[in-house]
Each structure stands twice: as structure tokens, then as C-alpha cells.
């Protein structure tokens, strides 16, 4: 089974204007999924909204299931830019509700 139409789902929501959650998601799919296939889907949409979202099938790979040296390499080098940037994104987050917070007080004064 394709998980492709939780992708869909975020991209409309996107396109809506709405940033795509879990919630929401879910209560706009019509297939079954469950809550780890939209939360995994989400995160990778999130990352590239673009990207090819893999089948249930045949999950993503990891470093054990890899035999080839140099895509190990590269799964381990993909692993330690994602470990980067989530701190990244979590800061970004924090400084846009600073933002909004001091947009706020500015307003009142």
C-alpha cells in the first residue's frame, strides 16, 4: 500500500494555508493508515515536501539493512544531518514565537 495520499493530504492542507499536523491529516484521508505511517510520512513531507514517499512494502532503509559500503556510508552521513538540523528547527520554532510575542507587545503599546 502506497502512503502516498498522506502526502497528498499535507500538500492540500499546505496549499490551504493550514500547516499540515497529524490531526489533521488524519481526518483527511479516506485509506486506513496508521498513526506511525502518518507521523513518519509527515516527517519526511516536512524535510521535502517533494520527496517520494516510500510503500508500506518496502520501508525506508537503514544501516543495518544495507550491504553496500558506500550506501552505508551515505545513510550514517544522511542520520548525522538530520540529528544537525533538528535542533535547527526546533530553535527557528522557538525564535518565530518570540517574533509573534514581541509583534504582540508592540501592537498593545
Do not use: C, Y
Not at 500500500?1 to 497528498?8: F, N, R, V
Not at 490551504?16 to 497529524?22: A, C, D, I, L, N
Not at 485509506?31 to 516527517?43: D, G
Not at 516510500?54 to 537503514?62: G, L, R
Request: aromatic share 2%; net charge negative; proline share 6%.
Amino acid at each position: 500500500m502506497s502512503l502516498q495520499h498522506i502526502a497528498d493530504a499535507a500538500n492540500q492542507l499546505a496549499r490551504e494555508g493550514k500547516k499540515p499536523s497529524v490531526a489533521l491529516i488524519k481526518s483527511r484521508i479516506s485509506q486506513p493508515a496508521s498513526l506511525r505511517e502518518i507521523i513518519e510520512t509527515l516527517k519526511t513531507w516536512q524535510f521535502n515536501p517533494n520527496a517520494n514517499i516510500p510503500t508500506n512494502d518496502s520501508p525506508a532503509v537503514t544501516t543495518e539493512d544495507v550491504a553496500d559500503p558506500t550506501a552505508a556510508l551515505i545513510a550514517d552521513a544522511i542520520a548525522s544531518v538530520r540529528e544537525e538540523f533538528a535542533p535547527l528547527r526546533q530553535e527557528v520554532t522557538e525564535l518565530k514565537a518570540e517574533i509573534a510575542a514581541l509583534k504582540k507587545a508592540l501592537l498593545t503599546q
